[in-house]
């Protein structure tokens, strides 16, 4: 069992950067795959970003390639997402996510989800 817990969302005006966090519970966090999942307002979730656990080897939607980085720090039990040039397209809240495979792009994938963070981008 995998408990995960997003800190980190706030408000942010368009072009602004922030930072999520996304603790894991268990000693077996490095042999997740992790990722993180967005939900904007009326809209379905969708794939945000993800790292695998065996090679560290990132993957991202396209709708954030360039300006999202996701990264994990295994000794911390603990997944990150910068986010930079924050447009207001990507006002949603925010789900970390975590899998038994070694990756996880789609929802079906996913085994353990975190409750969700807001994040908020003004014009």
């Known amino acids: 069992q995998v408990q995960l817990v997003e800190s980190g969302g706030g408000l942010v005006q368009a072009g602004g950067s922030l930072r999520l966090s996304c603790a894991a519970s268990?000693?077996?966090?490095?042999?997740?795959?992790m990722g993180w999942f967005r939900q904007a307002p009326g809209k379905e979730r969708e794939f945000v970003a993800a790292?695998?656990?065996?090679?560290?080897?990132?993957y991202y939607a396209d709708s954030v390639k360039g300006r999202f980085t996701i990264s994990r720090d295994n000794a911390k039990n603990t997944m990150y997402l910068q986010m930079n040039s924050l447009k207001p397209e990507d006002t949603a809240v925010y789900y970390c996510?975590?899998?038994?495979?070694?990756?996880?792009?789609?929802?079906?994938?996913?085994?353990?989800w975190g409750k969700g963070t807001l994040i908020t981008v003004s014009s």
């Open positions: 268990g000693r077996t966090f490095r042999r997740y795959g």
């Open positions: 996510a975590a899998t038994r495979s070694n990756i996880a792009t789609n929802i079906p994938e996913v085994d353990y």
């Open positions: 790292i695998n656990w065996s090679s560290g080897s990132t």
